[in-house]
């Protein structure tokens, strides 16, 4: 490892990320509301939301895939440093996944868990360069009461491919994080066109 690629990370190292990993929590909760991340290091290539949600939830037992995009010596070595996350080139070994809206349309062989123990699916981290600006959709399910309107920048092909990798209560969970931001999708939620 290249001593001179580190970068730093939380201030301080312990409630730094039980704040970003409470964020975190409170995504997957209330889908759809989002949380903002304050006070978050910076890593060439990350947003501070995603680097932060690295920092709190990857560690020696998670191993991470990386989409190409992301796959650089910088977030290599601070990952592994940091983290102490291996790095695996396989999907179906990924406990995350970091992924960027341009790869979202094949989740195929991420591991969807099983009906025994289907918290031991892939989480997917995936970075965008905002949180609005998509197709107006309606989140529903747990966490929230009635309807959270959401429109994110995302291909309409992925809802598609997401509902493919759901079988409740297999399926995958996504953080979709952008600048100081994120967004929780629990598997369990449903997607639904906005009513004009």
Known sequence: ??????????????????????????????????????ATPSLEGLAPATYALCLALLDVD????????????????????????????????????????DDLLDLSGFDLGNDRYPDQSCTLLVQLSRLDGGAGLNWRGPGIEHANPVS???????????????????GLD???????DLIG????ARITQERV
């Open 62 to 101: 998670t191993p991470l895939w990386l989409a190409p995009s992301f796959d650089t010596p910088t977030i290599r070595a601070n990952l592994a440093f940091h983290c102490g996350c291996a790095l695996t080139t396989r999907r179906d070994a990924a406990s995350f996944a970091l992924l960027g809206a």
């Open 174 to 180: 996504l953080f979709f994080t952008a600048g100081h």
């Open 185 to 188: 999708l629990p598997r369990s």
């Open 152 to 170: 994110l920048p995302v291909a309409d092909g992925f809802w598609r491919e997401r509902e493919r990798r759901n079988e409740f209560p297999r």
């Open 1 to 38: 490892m290249n001593p001179q690629l580190l970068q730093p990370a939380f201030t301080d190292s312990v409630l730094d990320a039980q704040r970003s990993f409470r964020a975190a929590l409170n995504a997957l909760a209330g889908p759809g509301v989002i949380q903002t991340l304050h």
